[in-house]
């Protein structure tokens, strides 16, 4: 698995377990939601992720989107 699907499936993952925290336990946990949807536009504009900074020192494989 490269860097970009690596960050896109951890981000889907971080959202959904903060949308049923936010169901289940209280809906603060939707500041998550909102923290990684930010990230994830930044990253769109800048190209800077820190996961797929942090994935590629450990040697993963890059991707497209970051290099």
Excluded at 5 to 33: D, H, N
Aim: glycine share 8%; hydrophobic share 65%; net charge positive.
């Amino acid at each position: 698995m490269n860097i970009d699907r690596f960050v896109f499936a951890f981000a889907g993952i971080v959202v959904l377990v903060s949308v049923v925290l936010a169901w289940q336990v209280s809906q603060g946990w939707l500041i998550l939601t909102a923290f990684v949807g930010l990230n994830m536009l930044q990253a769109a504009f800048t190209g800077f992720c820190p996961l797929a900074k942090i994935l590629k020192a450990a040697g993963f494989k890059p991707g497209q989107a970051f290099k």
